[in-house]
């Protein structure tokens, strides 16, 4: 979606705004050095991972659930009267559809025919909880209703996401009004690094061993529900922790390495393109920590 974006459009992001904003171009050392703390870093070391802005690149992220939204109808609004031609781009999960302030955003986008393209990422999680258990209806329809182009992609195809946006991106540019990609993609690391549920999948014994007696005593306790439904609420657990694990730790839902599956045929660039990455990770890192 970034790669459609140039000088004087507009971001608008979430508590993972890291990524958008490297493709963006932002430099990368300001950035590990923000979540290191420094004063050096991209927000004086006060915003850490989750609150990051670059007015210079149009560009602001927010730890508040839904805060894409408006920020992103700002960003538009700001676009259209001060620099026509140009467009906002809000980032967000699809948790955040159940936010007045997003819904708000959508359909005010809509009445005004803002040039901003909505980005939902919908990975089925809001933060721990399952997303269609707290989400009514369809995404789609709801969508619709307020009137919005609709474009549903496979998230972990990078091919088809830059196709989607490249479509959104040129139509509101030439005046068409705002659109809403609802990208499918799987949430390989949980909500975050060191996910317990994922640390089980992969070390059972290690990971296990320390709450195998907290467990126990929950089990063997005289006062609440029943031992049967207490292992029936165990066993869903642990069904859904596998599940979950199995399709996150899978390569087929890993962007990256289908990216690479497309490029093997092409071995002398894709060696090559690996190690430019590899290198200017290790240059960055090195020179935040200088």
Request: glycine share 10%; aromatic share 4%.
């Amino acid at each position: 979606v970034v790669d459609h974006l140039g000088d004087g459009d507009a971001l608008a992001l979430d508590h993972r705004g890291t990524a958008p904003l490297l493709a963006r171009g932002i430099d990368p050392v300001a950035l590990l050095r923000e979540c290191l703390g420094r004063e050096d870093g991209i927000c004086a070391g006060r915003g850490g991972h989750m609150h990051l802005f670059s007015p210079a690149h149009l560009a602001a992220s927010s730890g508040i659930v839904g805060a894409s939204g408006p920020a992103g109808v700002g960003f538009a609004l700001a676009a259209e009267h001060l620099r026509p031609g140009h467009i906002a781009v809000s980032f967000f999960g699809e948790g955040s559809m159940n936010q007045g302030m997003l819904l708000e955003s959508l359909n005010l986008a809509t009445a005004w025919k803002l040039p901003l393209i909505s980005v939902c990422k919908d990975n089925r999680w809001a933060i721990t909880t399952p997303s269609p258990s707290v989400t009514a209806g369809n995404m789609a329809d709801r969508v619709k209703g307020f009137g919005l182009p609709f474009f549903e992609i496979d998230g972990v195809d990078i091919g088809a996401v830059w196709e989607a946006a490249k479509k959104a991106v040129e139509r509101a540019r030439n005046g068409g009004g705002p659109a809403f990609l609802l990208a499918h993609c799987v949430h390989r690391e949980g909500h975050f690094l060191g996910y317990q549920p994922f640390r089980m999948t992969k070390h059972p014994v290690k990971e296990m061993a320390p709450l195998a007696v907290p467990i126990a005593k929950s089990l063997l306790r005289r006062q609440g529900a029943s031992p049967t439904v207490r292992l029936g609420a165990l066993g869903d657990l642990m069904k859904r922790i596998r599940a979950e694990a199995k399709e996150a730790l899978s390569p087929a839902n890993d962007p990256v390495a289908r990216a690479r599956r497309l490029l093997e045929a092409d071995p002398t660039r894709l060696a090559n393109l690996e190690a430019t990455v590899r290198n200017q990770v290790l240059a960055a890192v090195r020179a935040a920590l200088a």
